[in-house]
């Protein structure tokens, strides 16, 4: 098989030149093939069956020790000059970058099958999907961007009609860390990755194109590429609404792209439309519109169980493959906080001992496509994709930032966006309870200075009058004895349900220097045990945490240097100035 796209096919020739694979296989993304390449995983026990019983079409992959997460130490921006990478990249010229990936990959699959994957970012018909082109030698690889992203005959039929395509090539290498390397070329619209087999890392199409080579096309094309789940909402009364939503890691994402409505809020209805990534475009009348560029969930599993979310739980119980998870005597798929069933081998393929740690990584994953979600709405795949109502950011704060507020308006609610913070869990490495931030919850995936990605945001103001409303939430406050004050997960909705009825301008708000917070009485506490003692301690705004936060934000900011945008300054100095003169009026 060849392309009818000359420049698609003289890269692969290069490419293949350069590695010398065994042979070339153009994928096509059909069943079959899928299929044939999971039996020859197999074989050569890459793969292993999962129990077929119990979890029909499931398979196991266990990873090399040393390769199981994101290298963000080891990614690099390489645009022409150090400041378009910005502060928040790690930087590298174009030229060297190019010179220390070709060296690596010279001769790399000798003996290997090199694989072409042509795919769709977004639904395939979509004037906001864009294309790649995925160069590996890891049948992996394949078989996960067959469940991840539209693979095969009809991206290539798109990339051939257009004639542009994002360039990702690939190679697990001899998965030596020290010869671990992922670059991006925004400019060139390329990416290459060396020497890891890790998702984060080698499916090119997810963070690498989706997030941080999008996102610089985005800006030049006047779109936004978001690290954001969409989620649709249908009231009682008929009201649809969708909901885009931006959260660093353990801030529940995931759970929130898939709540179930609890028992007391009869009649509504959830659709999950993606948990990961969104691409937002203005239609042409004004409107932001979202598409979800995947078709499939590379999820963390641990924790996952029938309470924290039925719907993914429930989802990989078939045609699912599992990375770095433990086994149950009977071969079934076994994680930390499953609740059920208990670990004999552990994601080393060891006899378990408790010993040696954690039964599954904790950065063990499932893929699985999409249509296997409960609440899977065939909306993500609408060429036109879906309005967006509301924005929302959030972070995991055990103080000052209250449940809920609305702001004020778009370019405050930049400001939010870029201010999002959570303070380190034990899960995460280093010192518990250090703030960190994370705008728009983009820090490790934003392909461009985020000086200017704030200013990109800021223009959104002169190019639509219809922007939607802008919002935080924080279901991680604490009282005093570290006890959580929001009962979360399902619960969640009635917060939802608040940002909806103010986009329909019809729920009650007073405003504050941070922005609209609801009074008690405006949510929906329906059943829900809580006291009014709680529900106002999650809607306090604490005037001196909130002077030392702003002030935080401000020299987190001004680390941007001269790029930072005025605009971000001005609304800092707006709230700062409002919280001074409350504590004056307080004195």
Known sequence: MTSKLEALQAWVDQVAAHTQPEAVHWCTGSKEEYQDLIEFMLATGTLKKLNQETHPGCFLH????????????????????????????????PADGHKQMDALFENCMQGRIMYVIPYCMGPIDSPYSRCGVEITDSPYVVVNMKLMTRMGRKALERIEREGTFVRGLHSTGELDPERRFIMHFPEELSIKSYGSGYGGNALLGKKCHALRIASHQGRQEGWLAEHMLIVGLENPDGAVHFIACAFPSACGKTNLAMLIPPESMPGWKVWTLGDDIAWLHLDDGGKLRAVNPE??????????????????????????????????????????????????????????????????????????????????SELADAPEGVPISAIVFGGRRKQVAPLVYEAKDWNHGVLIGASTAS????????????????????????????????????????????????????????????????????????????????????????????????????????????????????????TEQWRAELQSVLEYLESYGDRLPEELRRQQQVIANALDDQLAKAS
């Not at 199981?68 to 928040?88: I, Q, W």
């Open 62 to 93: 266990l990873s090399d020790p040393n390769d199981v997460a994101r290298v963000e130490h080891l990614t690099f921006v390489c645009s022409p000059e150090e400041d378009d990478a910005g502060p928040n990249n790690l930087w590298m010229p």
């Open 295 to 376: 078709s499939g969930y590379f999820g963390v599993v641990p924790g996952t169980n029938e309470k924290t979310n039925k719907n993914a739980f429930d989802m990989i119980t078939h045609d699912a493959i599992f990375t770095n998870v433990a086994t149950t005597a009977d071969n079934q798929p076994w994680w930390e906080g499953k609740k059920v069933g208990k670990p004999a081998k552990d994601w080393r393929g060891r006899d378990y001992d408790p010993a040696n740690g954690p039964a599954a990584h904790p950065n063990s994953r499932f893929t699985v496509a999409a249509t296997n979600n409960p609440c899977y």
């Open 423 to 542: 303070e380190t869990t034990a899960a995460m490495v280093g010192d518990v309870g250090v703030v960190r931030r994370d705008p728009m919850a983009m820090k490790p995936f934003c392909g461009y200075n985020f000086a200017d990605y704030w200013e990109h945001w800021l223009s959104f103001p002169e190019k639509s009058e219809h922007l939607p409303k802008i919002f935080h939430v924080n279901w991680f406050r604490q009282n005093d004895d570290g006890e959580f004050l929001w009962p979360g997960f399902g619960e969640n909705l009635r917060v939802l349900e608040w940002i909806i009825e103010r986009c329909e301008h019809r729920a009650g708000a007073h405003e504050t220097p941070i922005g609209y917070l609801p009074h008690a009485e405006d949510l929906n506490t329906d059943a829900l045990e809580i006291t009014p003692e709680v529900l106002d301690e999650l809607l306090t705004v604490d």
